[in-house]
């Protein structure tokens, strides 16, 4: 099948080398809104301007978009949707189902599918909780981020007088993961599961103390955690703080039997050495399974929770159940 | 829907707890080859002969099958599927293909859908190291099972000469659990990746030591590992050994990026104080996406890795995406 990705960030390029490492995918265009002769891109590739997008469509199974939720996804994947088949990593939690309806609008009408909210979270962690709840109907769900970088309090880090660089790393409370997985169905403040530690690399003579005073306050981002700032040098920040660790665990806890007798643990947990390329590697996944299912005529917005997994993967049915199942 | 039960061991009387707590769903019937009136059941639903099944069936809209592998369900899902929509928890791996097969032939021909292979292994696990494989194509996968009671293993400890009552629990090796979460990739050979540990209850003037020799030594069950057997008293059996609880964890380790930058680790892990009362509530979860798969005009054998998750659970689609993705 032949894939493109528009947008090509750090998620663009995970998403590149899960295309490439694919043997049934074929990487047919990446799609940028800068001057494509400025983008240098790992594979041999076309990269080509988005005005030229709904020419290429045609020759495209599938198109990867790898954009930001905040402006870019709202607007683009009902779009492109009206076009060809798309998965996209929208990950605005509370603007789920109204992104969603957008897009199953102009997939329906295209005869499309467009599958919205892939990745680890909203995607592998949120049917690791759908699985969950469907097997323990009473019960408790958690969810652990970490240890990993948010890059979107990162961001907000960088945006305050003073800040060069930063690096914040959000990290589970082991006690309070250890209380979840012993079964004992704790009531946890956002406090009590994670605790925020804060990389900064201040300009020369900046007041620290300013700065850690404004991080530790900020409103949303900061606030309700426990959070720790410490200084480091720019050659620090490049040489420890390069990657882009993630993942965390979704549990579950619930019962079975009469009232409640016996008490069940479900955990899934990811352990990210990179989460960009991860979440291109599931989106990629995702990507298959949206062409087969419009190849049976399925067409409109789809989530992850809408998929059967045998879609997904590269090897036919009949090898899944016989060797996998 | 209505749901009718197919065998009252210890998985049907999970199974009735399990529907019992689903407010989609009533219990019809508990269908038994005992005596009916022998067979005391936890609800009050009714009891009936399997002679009764065929006619009883037109009025059920699924049968959760909860017999055993060797001799019940090869026989008895195809036929079953003929006459009703069916779920079975099938877990003699290599004969999958088969049973799928014959129960597909059955199933298709009666406008039917049988689900096969349901429960934590084949099923939960199953279907973990199909979503791991999709986002991770290159990696190792490793499963580790318990630590929990192996009714199969505590049965052959039972068949020796002397032996009054056995329990045996499957336990995983933690160092070799730490090597793969760490993402070493480590070759594991049976040895290497779980014990069993065995308490018996001998008769009285027993050769205890022919019994352990007896254990130890006993081809495909014990003498691929380290086997631990403990002497008990009956007493002791009763008070501390009474309960079914078991589990484990699916582990993969994959690379992603360019020539495998990076290493990634997905884990999904259960710990369960009854085995048989949370495989019953899988088996109940399947058998409502059955109907309403069957509903939309599925008909055939089926396995967890064709059901679109969100067909597992009592909330709604809408709901679920708004709330769990």
Chains 1, 2 share one sequence.
């Not at 996804?73 to 996209?88: G, H, Q, S």
Request: glycine fraction near 10%; proline fraction near 5%.
């Amino acid at each position: 099948m032949k894939v493109g990705i528009v947008g090509y960030g750090n998620l663009g390029r995970g998403v590149e080398a899960a295309v490439q490492n694919a043997p049934d995918m074929e990487l047919a265009a990446v799609f940028t809104r800068r001057d494509p002769g400025a983008v240098k891109i790992a594979s041999d590739a076309p990269v080509v301007g988005m005005e030229a997008l709904e020419e290429k469509a045609k020759e495209i199974d599938v198109l990867i978009l790898c954009g930001g939720s905040a402006t870019d996804l709202p607007e683009m994947t009902p779009k492109i949707a009206a076009m060809c088949n798309v998965v996209d990593s929208f990950d605005t939690h509370a603007n789920i189902p109204q992104h969603l309806a957008a897009v199953d609008k102009a997939a329906k009408a295209a005869g499309t599918i467009g599958i919205i909210s892939v990745g680890w979270d909203p995607g592998l962690f949120s049917v690791a909780r759908l699985y969950a709840n469907a097997a323990l109907p009473d019960g408790d769900d958690y969810t652990f981020w970490g240890r990993g970088v948010s890059q979107g309090h990162s961001d907000a880090i960088r945006r305050i007088d003073g800040v060069l660089d930063a690096r914040q790393y959000t990290v589970p409370v082991p006690k309070a993961v250890e209380r979840v997985r012993a079964g004992e169905h704790p009531t946890l403040s956002t406090r009590d599961k994670h605790t925020r530690e804060c990389f900064v690399v201040a300009e020369d003579g900046a007041d620290k103390q300013a700065i850690e005073e404004a991080i530790v306050t900020m409103p949303n981002y900061f606030a309700d955690y426990d959070t720790t700032v410490i200084f480091i040098s720019q050659e620090e920040m490049e040489r420890e703080h390069r990657g882009l660790p993630h993942g965390g665990s979704v549990l579950r806890s619930g019962m079975t039997g009469v009232d409640g007798q016996f008490n069940n643990t479900v955990e899934f947990k990811l352990d990210l050495e990179s989460n960009p390329f991860f979440t291109g590697s599931v989106l990629t996944a995702v990507a298959r399974a949206a062409v087969r299912m419009n190849q049976e005529g399925v067409s409109g917005g789809r989530t992850i929770f809408d998929i059967p997994p045998c879609y997904l993967s590269e090897t036919p049915r009949e090898e899944l159940i016989a060797h996998m199942l």
